[in-house]
């Protein structure tokens, strides 16, 4: 870690930066838990706001706090508590959708990364639509990808109900586009209303002395 950085944190602003970061965290979390239980009709795929909030953990809170975010929803479904869309504990691995969860905290550093490069912070970015809509495009890969290969999987040597790989890009991902489109445009709705109030900004600890 580098000197400046070092004294920065150990610095009271730092320190009270840092606690921010984590309650911004803590509250992603609590809202990717909400989003698993709302539904909205979408032709024949439910809609759920899960992935709208992995999306704005990125865009808000970097590639650190992001995916400590989804990171911290992952585990407290494997710990037991009910916060998945079908419930919870560790036999939730074993699941046909698992592979999407896994790609929650991929997909919200990637995004963090993407808009926010290698800094530390949850601040909110000047960053331009275009951008925005690159990242999180790229997000939504980060949990495509895991997830139709983990539902190939789990369907053909678990479950024993053999899916071809057409079958499972179609029912796995192809068929969630339009849904996950609206998704990402709301996020960069909210992303450019949360600017409004939060003017772009690095930490404390992100600055020189």
């Known amino acids: 870690m580098h000197p400046e950085t070092n004294r920065a944190l150990s610095s009271p602003s730092g320190g009270r930066d840092r606690v921010r970061c984590l309650l911004l965290a803590a509250l992603m979390c609590g809202l990717t838990v909400v ?22 953990s990125g865009m808000v809170l970097g590639p650190f706090y992001g995916p400590l975010s989804q990171m911290a929803y992952l585990l407290l479904g494997l710990a037991g508590l009910p ?7 560790l036999g939730y691995i074993f699941k046909p959708t698992f592979g999407y969860l896994l790609g929650y905290p991929l997909a919200s550093g990637i995004i963090g990364m993407l808009l926010h490069g290698g800094s530390v912070d949850c601040s909110i970015k000047q960053v331009s639509t275009p951008r925005l809509i690159f990242a999180g495009a790229l997000g939504l890969l980060a949990i495509f990808i895991p997830g139709v290969l983990a539902l190939y999987w789990n369907l053909n040597f678990l479950a024993a109900s053999p899916i071809s ?40 600890f992100q600055q020189r002395p």
């Open 35 to 56: 989003g698993a239980y709302i539904r909205l009709p979408l032709l024949h795929v439910p809609l759920t706001l899960q992935t709208f909030f992995v999306i704005l």
């Open 83 to 89: 916060v998945f869309s079908q419930g919870g504990g």
């Open 165 to 204: 790989w057409p079958a499972a890009v179609w029912s796995g991902f192809l068929i969630f586009i339009p849904g996950d489109v609206i998704k990402l445009a709301g996020a960069i709705a909210v992303y450019r209303v949360l600017q409004r109030f939060a003017p772009s900004r690095r930490l404390a």
